[in-house]
Structures are given as structure tokens and as C-alpha cells.
């Protein structure tokens, strides 16, 4: 396998890297608590019992990761900003950050939340509460104002429907609650977070600002009205109700008399706000059956389900899977694409694919480099068939703290010994590199519409 073998894409579209701010920052002494710190600290929450005091202490070391973005060769690093560190010191750490990114000709693309709600704004209600959006939104305003100067890309939020699921429903994240369908008031103030920091960027000066939900092609375990009427809903669970009220203006049949609100068409309509673009995360498809008989427990990436739930995910056969166990599906990327396209026609913006990646152990990575070749080959199929995607960043730039996971899933490009905090590029690292090189060095093409 050679880089030159990649198929060419556009000569303006962006190539980047991502990561988090608690997975990777460390330094919580500079910081105000977050649900994180609170949630870590609970004995049995983190697999291997490990928390972000330290990570990869990006906050300290930052301009060796910045040399590492630009020898690299991307365009843009896609960072998110700490509300909990906002609170107690500023900008400050950020202005470092962006002057840096600038002076190693590196876009900066930051995100302003990817889940680490302070622990004192959790503690008056969270996202469960209406006034969580409109503090968001006065934390949007205070980031905006200090680094608008200098930033013209932004991104609202990271994956709501995960923190949705996952920290309000299940309890597997922070800040650990266990509402099941009672969570949906998070998934609404999030959304109504977006609509709100959308217009408080754009009031800054902002030029370019988008969301980054994740999303993945449901597939029914058969064709049984059973199994197709459950995958259904697990589609407009995860998929349908992150996308529909941004790009549609509405929540999907059924589920806008859920929401709590006191005039639920204004809410839409900030909730609507016109973005630039639209950022997919694309990792894996999803198989989902009817729910499996009385007692029995279904696991799902390593979630035991609880049996109330109308659905149950099962496991893809046929397909390599990745450390963390998720199938390796490359086509399913390229039919990702396409049925948004068909589904949100002249009302979808742009797409920018915000992450895409793998965690697989060893710094000698050849599953990643197979997994990233096929993913991009994949991702170049849906422009060629029209799809207009202007960007790709790769989860992650770092191997780093993997939420409940801990310290055990390395999704970097750049190894992290946690005991010394050596960065080592991986071997993923250099072939990207001579993939983007080898991008630059052809001649332009015809763009794609």
C-alpha cells in the first residue's frame, strides 16, 4: 500500500486533525472542577481507574504537539475549548494555543464544548436544565469576543447524542445519570446550546461555524416489521434527532412533543440557525433487531443495555473490528454520505467529516493505515457521486484519555508514553504525511459540486 495511491481530492479541501481538551490537557490545577473530575473520581467508572489529572499534558506541552500538526503537513487542527477552564482562567491558554497554531501556518478549529460541563453549572441542573443553554451561550460570547480576531472557523458542540446516551441515559459517561428516555430534555437544551452560540459567534465576527454530530447508517437485523420498525427508532434516536431540527427545523415525527419547552417553534428556530457547514464523526454502522427476549442482557461496545429498551444492537459479522471492537466498514462511510444527501437534498450545507479514526495498540499501526485508506477511498466515493464534503480531520492527532475507557484505547497518530509523555509518531503518522504530500503535488483537478 502506497500514499500516492490515494485517490486525488479537491485542491481546497482541508485536511486536519482532532482532539479534546479533557482527554488531552491535563493541568487541572488551571481549571475549575468538571462533571469529569467529579465522575472519575467514583471508584469502578473508568475501566482501568484512571482519570485526566495529567493526560497527555497538552496544556504544558503544546508547542511540541503544534511542531508535531505542522510537520504532520494538515491544514487545520481541530481543538475544543474547557468551559471549566474558561471559568477560572480566561482565554489565556487558548490565545497561546491559536498565536502558535497561526505561526506554524495551521488553521485553528476549535470547539467549544466536547462534554466537560463545569461541575458548578451540573450542580444547578446540567443540561437537563433550560438555563444551561443560556449560560452556554454567555460562555460562547466571552470565547468569541477574545479569539474572533484571530479564528474564523468554529464549532458549537461534540456529539450530543452520545453525551445524550451516554452520560444521561445509561450512565456510562459523566455526569453518570441513569434517565433513560427521561434524558431527553438533554438532548434539547444541547441543541437549543447550538442555536444560541450559532448567533453569538456569528454576532463576534465568526465566519464559518458548524456542529459536529456523530452519525452512522442503521441497518435492520432483518426484514421482519420487528426488526426494521426497531432499527427505525434507533435511527431517529441517534441520527434523525441531532440532524432533523438543525437542517429541517423540526425534531422527527413523534418525538417534538417530548422536548421541554415553553414555546417549542422559537426554540426551532434558533435551534435552526443557519450554519456554514455540517460535521459528520463516522465510525461504524449499526445492526439493530427487535428487543431480544425477557432477561436477556445485550452488550454494545462494551455497554450492558437495559432490557426496557425497544431495540437491541447486534454484532456485524463479516468485517475486521478495531482494539475497541467496532467493525471496519468502509462502504458503510460512502452510504453514510449519500443518504444524507438524499434525505436533507438543497437544505443540507457542506459536510466537514470532523472525525474519523481507530484505536489500535502498537506504534508499527498497519491496521490504522488499512482502516484510514479504506475510510478515505470510501469518503472520495461519495464526492465523485456528488456529496460535497470539504473536509476531513482524523480522531485522533494523540493517543489520549479515553473517557470510560481510560488510558486502554489509542486512537492517536502520535504514541503517548504516559509514563514519560514522549510523543513517538506512529507509523499511521508517516504515511498520512506522504498521503498529503502526495495530494499537494498533483495537478488541479475539476472540484466536485
Known amino acids: ?246 437542517l429541517l427545523g423540526h425534531y422527527p415525527d413523534g418525538t417534538g412533543e417530548l422536548m421541554p419547552s415553553p414555546d417549542l417553534t422559537a426554540d426551532l428556530r434558533t435551534i435552526a440557525e443557519p450554519i456554514d457547514w455540517y460535521g459528520i464523526n463516522f465510525y461504524q454502522p449499526t445492526k439493530v433487531g427487535a428487543p431480544l427476549p425477557e432477561g436477556t442482557a445485550t452488550e454494545f461496545s462494551g455497554l450492558t443495555l437495559p432490557p426496557e429498551l425497544p431495540f437491541s444492537p447486534r454484532e456485524i459479522e463479516g468485517y475486521p473490528v478495531t482494539d475497541f471492537g467496532w467493525p471496519v466498514v468502509p462502504q458503510a462511510f460512502t452510504e453514510l454520505l449519500l443518504s444524507f444527501r438524499a434525505r436533507y437534498g438543497d437544505r443540507l450545507p457542506p459536510l466537514m467529516i470532523t472525525e474519523n479514526g481507530c484505536s489500535y495498540e502498537g506504534v508499527d499501526d498497519q491496521e490504522r493505515i488499512t482502516y484510514l485508506d479504506g475510510h478515505l477511498r470510501a469518503l472520495h466515493e461519495a464526492v465523485t457521486a456528488g456529496v460535497d464534503v470539504r473536509g476531513y480531520f482524523v480522531w485522533s492527532l494523540m493517543d489520549n484519555f479515553e473517557w470510560a475507557e481510560g488510558y486502554k484505547q489509542r486512537f492517536g497518530l502520535v504514541h503517548i508514553d504516559y509514563e514519560t509523555l514522549t510523543r513517538t509518531p506512529k507509523a499511521s503518522y508517516h504515511w498520512l504525511r506522504e498521503a498529503l504530500q502526495a495530494q499537494t503535488h498533483r495537478h488541479p483537478q475539476p472540484q466536485h459540486p
Open 1 to 246: 500500500m502506497t500514499a500516492s495511491a490515494l485517490p486525488r481530492f479537491p485542491e481546497d479541501f482541508l485536511w486536519g486533525v482532532s482532539t479534546s481538551a479533557h482527554q488531552i490537557e491535563g493541568a487541572t490545577d488551571h481549571r475549575a472542577p468538571s462533571v469529569w473530575d467529579a465522575f472519575t473520581a467514583t471508584p469502578g467508572t473508568v475501566k482501568d481507574g484512571t482519570d485526566a489529572t495529567t493526560a497527555c499534558d497538552h496544556y504544558h506541552r503544546y508547542r511540541e504537539d503544534v511542531a508535531l500538526i505542522r510537520d504532520l503537513g494538515v491544514d487545520a487542527y481541530r481543538f475544543s475549548i474547557s468551559w471549566p477552564r474558561v471559568q477560572a482562567e480566561g482565554t489565556a491558554f487558548y490565545d497561546r494555543l491559536v498565536d502558535e497554531l497561526l505561526t506554524a501556518g495551521i488553521r485553528p478549529v476549535p470547539t467549544l464544548y466536547h462534554w466537560d460541563t463545569p461541575l458548578s453549572v451540573e450542580e444547578q441542573g446540567g443540561w437537563l436544565t433550560r438555563d444551561t443553554a443560556h449560560r452556554f451561550e454567555e460562555y460562547a460570547t466571552t470565547v468569541a469576543d477574545r479569539l474572533t480576531d484571530r479564528v474564523s472557523t468554529w464549532i458549537t458542540l461534540n456529539e450530543p447524542a452520545e453525551h445524550t446516551l451516554l452520560g444521561h441515559a445509561l450512565g456510562q459517561h459523566a455526569p453518570g445519570k441513569k434517565l433513560l428516555f427521561d434524558a431527553l430534555p438533554a438532548a434539547h437544551h444541547q441543541l437549543l446550546a447550538h442555536g444560541l452560540a450559532t448567533r453569538a459567534l456569528r454576532a463576534a465576527g465568526a465566519t464559518s461555524i458548524g456542529i459536529a454530530n456523530s452519525h452512522g447508517p442503521t441497518w435492520p437485523a432483518s426484514d421482519t416489521p420487528e426488526d426494521t420498525a426497531a432499527a427505525d427508532f434507533y435511527d431517529t434516536l441517534l441520527n434523525r434527532l441531532f440532524a432533523d431540527p438543525i
